[in-house]
């Protein structure tokens, strides 16, 4: 069992997919990624889940994110569940979902917590870096489904901080104004903020999201 903690590489992996075989760095190639994990098939939180992230994947297209899902399940199971989610969500499937029926996967990222169940995986959530690293983990239970606009929320923040030297305040959402990371001394501010700002602390500075 690996333990994987944020800026660690994201362990690559082969596996068998709804869509076919994938090397999973390979299949990522240049864009960031989501990784999440589903307790199992025919379970009805992850049949909705499905269906609400293949609503949303043009949302993480926009955002050069590729979803992928697991479960421990094989293909043609997934397959015959795919159709099933198809009906009762109203959508179409659009994201391959990796047969992890020897646990291969889901024992690399940690996605089962025996405490809370011994055989099936939590929800956990990888979002990775275009370079492999982690940078974010999210773990529910298996009774709580996720919320895909809080996944775009912190995508929209790991990938403006990945370029702006801002961090984002609590309930941000996009176009919200941003704090300047403590590492900026204010000699450098006007330079990097032309925007402007407002120093309510010393430790605090507030600026207009940069990107925008
Ligand atoms: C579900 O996906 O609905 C589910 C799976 C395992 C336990 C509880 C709910």
């Not at 590489?9 to 299949?27: C, K, L, M, V, Y």
């Not at 926009?62 to 969500?89: C, P, Y």
């Not at 239970?141 to 809080?150: H, I, L, V, Y």
């Not at 923040?157 to 309930?171: D, E, G, I, R």
């Amino acid at each position: 069992m690996a333990t994987i903690r944020l800026g660690d590489e994201a362990p690559n992996f082969t596996a068998q997919t709804s869509e076919g075989e994938i090397d999973f760095h390979h299949w990522l190639g240049d864009s960031w990624g989501v990784l999440f994990s589903h307790p199992a098939d025919y379970t009805p939180v992850c049949t909705t889940e499905l269906g609400m992230a293949s609503k949303y994947k043009q949302k993480f297209d926009q955002r050069n994110v590729k979803m992928i899902a697991l479960s421990v399940d094989g293909v043609e199971s997934h397959k015959g569940w795919i159709k099933d989610i198809n009906e009762t969500q109203h959508t179409t499937v659009n994201l391959p979902i990796i047969a992890d029926e020897d646990k291969k996967v889901a024992l690399l990222y940690d996605m089962i917590h025996p405490n809370a169940d011994d055989k099936l995986t939590v929800r956990s959530v990888f979002v990775i870096g275009p370079d492999k690293k982690v940078k974010l983990i999210i773990v529910y239970p298996a009774s709580t489904g996720r919320n895909f606009d809080e996944l775009l929320r912190v995508i929209d923040s790991l990938q403006l901080t990945a370029y702006h030297k801002v961090a984002t305040p609590a309930n941000w959402q996009n176009g919200d104004d941003c704090v300047i990371v403590p590492s900026v001394p204010d000699e450098k501010i006007a330079e990097l903020f032309p925007k402007g700002h407002t120093k309510i602390k010393p430790y605090l500075r507030i600026t207009p999201q940069p990107n925008l």
